[in-house]
């Protein structure tokens, strides 16, 4: 469950650059016949919402809703007495409170007369959801998500500001590990404490004992924006310095690559793999946010690092 | 704990068989991890996880997130759903059933095997609801970290510390005793605070009711502990205004019994309220539940008014009257209890006071 910041600052995301990405949807609703576009949040797909309308749920589930004009709706299985916090935090139209949140989004869709609508991620959408939606009313469900990816990236420059400050908080994270830590529970808890002191929404700390090294992994979300930082210790300064390459660049491995992936935020999954060493899933644009993972098998054992960054034009 | 993973198994695949299913999958992501975790001991922390749990035979695991795969030692695939409903598509002698069905992804929900949804999820729910003795102790021992949470939450509350800064201190606590996973929200401030959230950047000011629930999870069971502080002195308004939310703590956690059902537990909290001319606050316009159930979920069946699940032994469950108090704003307290042979154990030991700190 989400336990860190969740908050809204309107200097960092402006209403303004929500509301563009709203309006960028409503655009590519005609082109695609959709009269809707649902997009599905809990805390394990909050990704496409929090774009969209900045909401980041802590735990329990929502759908946003954008139809060709006007906010986006949010049909929200918190209970009423939660909608101040929402509407602090959040920029949404309507919010309609849903105890069931498949019954309510069908009654939302009938109500509106909504024929075929389009859901970001159809595949991962809870049966709980769906089923009210496609068989319950018979409404058209089409998966939007080559619409909504499309749109996506790149990032615009709030998105990137929060992406940096994630990275931030990730290094100063890493930075708090001490030179000779006797379990990997101490490093998990100065890396939690580090970051979440300096405000991230979530943490995920993966600790990966290779050999005589550790590889430690922390994936940091600050408002919404999830970036990762893998380092290996103690530090292999050759490898430091190839990765550093690589992500200006094409650069010799001093190893062997044994595993490269590039992931990207285009659906409801904060970071999904876009490429990996075998094939490219999804080209990126220029500009766009993504995380580069790799992993070398040195001639003393294997090393592993990752980081974010911005695809070159 | 090995045991307790041995006995769940077991559990499960003699269930399985007296339903006759061969093949059961079972979807995950880490909001609900609760019903892999039964199955087969395995949370997930990113991405969508698709257990297939043969009765005879193995498990496959199958992932969406890379890093995953590799901390789970399961296989990567860019699609668990779609790769899950091909693979069942093989096992074409088998009988197969899927669950839960609130998390079952679509793209595998679908399918040929949907109608088997509703009574493999009640199969597993049933399984979870009525515990081992071996799962009531995993709650009570995490109780135990859920107290020493709570001192670590106390010490942090100090006047001009960000909401989001306490959250630090007790996650880093959590993360030094190998608790991976802990549910906590909380609220700050006086009469105009009606309810708990994710920390934000308001900071504790002197005078501030604080309240919290914490509930860890450090071996896969999670443990509740709700309590309010006070920055400073406690006015005679919020020692009187606790004063109900204590007996009305006491009087639910005295109806729990076997035998009773959740909605008895609700209404003797709620009585109290009612005696006390403040029957408006146990409305859900004001307060969502009266406690819940707790154990592989941080929140299982409800305590509220028109439950009718009785209890049994070995059910462990949270008591608390949390909501808002006209006089001060919201406060909360509650206990994490095991239900036994003839009334309950409560699980935490913090005391149930109005706890103060230094201004």
């Not at chain 1, 920029?91 to 970001?120: N, Q």
């Not at chain 2, 995490?142 to 107290?147: I, P």
């Not at chain 2, 859900?284 to 941080?298: A, C, K, N």
């Amino acid at each position: 469950m989400r336990r860190g910041l969740i908050a809204w600052s309107k200097e960092q995301v402006p209403t303004s650059a929500l509301d563009a990405r709203v309006r960028r949807v409503q655009q590519a609703l005609g082109a695609q016949r959709l009269d809707a576009l649902l997009a599905y949040t809990s805390v394990a797909r909050p990704a496409a919402v929090s774009w969209l309308t900045h909401f980041i749920p802590y735990w329990n589930e929502a759908l946003v809703a954008v139809l060709p004009e006007g906010p986006p709706s949010l049909i929200a299985s918190f209970s009423k007495r939660m909608h101040p916090w929402i509407r602090e935090v959040s920029h949404v139209g309507e919010i309609l409170p849903a105890p069931d949140l498949g019954r309510a989004a069908a009654a939302f869709v009938e109500k509106r007369g909504l024929k075929r609508v389009g859901v970001v991620d159809l595949e991962y959408l809870p049966w709980s959801v769906a089923e009210p939606i496609g068989i319950g009313i018979g409404a058209e469900l089409v998966d939007a998500s080559e619409l909504f990816a499309s749109l996506r990236q790149p990032a615009d420059r709030y998105e990137n500001a929060l992406a940096v400050r994630a990275a931030q908080i990730a290094e100063r994270a890493l930075a708090a590990i001490p030179s000779r830590p006797r379990h990997a529970s101490e490093i998990l808890s100065v890396v939690e404490l580090a970051a979440r002191r300096e405000g991230a929404e979530e943490i995920i700390p993966r600790v990966t004992q290779m050999g005589d090294r550790n590889a430690v992994e922390l994936s940091v979300a600050y408002k919404g924006v999830w970036i990762r930082l893998c380092r290996t210790y103690p530090l292999v300064a050759e490898a430091e310095s190839w990765f550093e390459s690589v992500l200006q660049g094409h650069a010799p491995p001093p190893g062997k690559l044994t595993r490269r992936t590039v992931e990207s935020c285009i659906g409801g999954s904060p970071l999904s793999v876009v490429e990996d060493s075998d094939r490219v899933y999804r080209p990126l644009p220029a500009g766009a946010q993504a995380v580069l993972s790799v992993r070398l098998e040195l001639g003393d054992g294997p090393w592993r690092a990752a980081a974010p960054f911005l695809v070159r034009a | 704990m090995d045991d307790l993973k041995a006995q769940r198994h077991r559990r499960l695949i003699s269930a399985m068989g007296n339903a006759g299913i061969d093949v059961l999958a079972i979807a995950a992501n880490p909001w609900r991890s609760d019903y892999l975790r039964y199955a087969i001991d395995v949370t997930v922390v990113e991405g969508t996880a698709i257990a297939l749990v043969e009765r005879d035979g193995g498990t496959r695991l199958l992932l969406e997130s890379p890093a995953e795969a590799e901390r789970l030692g399961g296989e990567w695939t860019r699609s668990p759903p779609a790769h899950a409903a091909e693979i069942l598509g093989s096992f074409k002698a088998k009988r197969i059933a899927l669950a839960p069905r609130h998390c079952l992804p679509y793209a595998l929900a679908r399918g040929p095997h949907r109608e088997s949804m509703v009574t493999a999820t009640a199969m597993l729910d049933r399984l979870m609801l009525y515990k081992l003795p071996a799962e009531a102790e995993a709650v009570k021992s995490a109780a135990v970290l859920a107290d020493e949470g709570y001192r670590v939450f106390c010490d942090a509350a100090r006047v001009g510390r960000a909401e989001y800064e306490l959250v630090a201190d007790v996650e880093a606590f959590f993360r030094s005793r190998g608790c991976p996973e802990n549910f906590m929200i909380l609220g700050s401030g006086g009469v105009e605070v009606r309810g708990m959230h994710p920390p934000g950047e308001r900071r504790i000011a002197r005078g501030d009711l604080v309240t919290t629930e914490l509930t860890p999870c450090p071996d896969g069971y999670y443990a509740q502990i709700c309590r309010t502080l006070v920055v400073g002195e406690p006015t005679e308004a919020q020692r009187r205004a606790f004063s109900v939310y204590l007996e009305a703590l006491e009087a639910g956690v005295a109806a729990v019994r076997p035998g009773a059902a959740m909605g008895d537990v609700a209404r003797a909290e709620n009585e109290v309220f009612r005696r006390r001319g403040l029957g408006d606050y146990v409305s859900s316009e004001y307060t969502r539940v009266r406690g819940h159930g707790i154990g592989l979920y941080v929140d299982g069946p409800a305590v509220l008014e028109d439950v009718t699940l009785v209890l049994e032994p070995d059910m462990t469950l949270i008591v608390h009257p949390n909501t808002y108090h006209p006089e001060v704003g919201y406060m909360v307290l509650g206990d994490s209890v095991r239900v036994t042979a003839d009334g309950c154990e409560v699980l935490c030991r913090t005391p149930r006071e109005l706890i103060c700190v230094a201004a």
